[in-house]
């Protein structure tokens, strides 16, 4: 089965641009979504498609995928973007295709 | 508006049977896919089962025939029936709806999830 990996843990200070990446086998050929998952609370779509925004979603957040490597940036990191951040893509070779990555803890300083 | 809303987690000893259910509204559960996702204490997200619009049903090797998932179309609800749990089932259990195009799927709707905690 396909496997996505990410870093455990991403520290920015405020204002500054945060990465987080998540890695596979030409991922860059797979759709990438992302979600971002706060304390106590359900995940929330944030981009899909590699690059899409949800309605709601400020523009600070983007992404890209190419190669072997799909990244999360978001720009003018705030305080209230602290979350874990999951990547997925869809594994069409399977009969249960949605893998996640292991998550992304986003610490701002 | 579309919402999600678990319910019927709790506390249940190794080997018992539960199960959960997840009410929506905004949309017509039978008319989309919808799957239960689960999040065990401090760890990630792990895809545990799906209904397809078709009835197809699907689950992860973690759970495969321990549980079952169906929809009651008058309720517009999805359900989830776990037997035989068993202490690593322990998790918040969320349903969330699909959505597909082009070739790949992602989750744009989820619940605020029900716990299920497995424990003598």
């Known amino acids: 089965s396909y496997v996505l990996t990410q870093p455990p843990s991403v520290s920015v200070a405020p204002g500054q641009a945060a990465r987080i990446t998540c890695g596979g086998n030409n991922i860059g050929s797979e759709s990438v979504h992302w979600y971002q998952q706060k304390p106590g609370q359900a995940p929330v779509l944030v981009i899909y498609y590699d690059g899409d925004r949800p309605s709601g979603i400020p523009e600070r957040f983007s992404g890209s995928n190419s190669g072997n490597t799909a990244t999360l940036t978001i720009s003018r990191v705030e305080a209230g973007d602290e979350a874990d951040y999951f990547c997925?893509?869809?594994?069409?070779?399977?009969?249960?295709?949605?893998?996640f990555g292991g998550g992304t803890k986003l610490t701002v300083l | 508006e579309v919402q999600l809303v678990e319910s019927g987690g709790g506390l249940i000893q190794p080997g018992g049977s539960l199960r959960i259910s997840c009410a929506a509204s905004g949309f017509i559960v039978s008319s989309n896919y919808i799957s239960w996702v689960r999040q065990a204490p401090g760890k990630g997200l792990e895809w545990v089962s799906v209904?397809?619009?078709?009835?197809?049903?699907f689950f992860a090797d973690s759970v495969k025939g321990r549980c079952t998932i169906s929809r009651d179309n008058s309720k517009n609800s999805l359900y989830l029936q776990m037997s035989s749990l068993r202490v690593e089932d322990t998790a918040v259990y969320y349903c969330?709806?699909?959505?597909?195009?082009?070739?790949?799927?992602?989750?744009?709707?989820w619940g605020r999830g029900t716990q299920v905690t497995v424990s003598s």
């Open positions: 969330a709806r699909g959505y597909f195009y082009e070739n790949s799927g992602y989750y744009d709707y």
């Open positions: 209904i397809y619009s078709g009835g197809s049903t």
């Open positions: 997925q893509v869809w594994d069409s070779s399977s009969d249960h295709p949605w893998v």
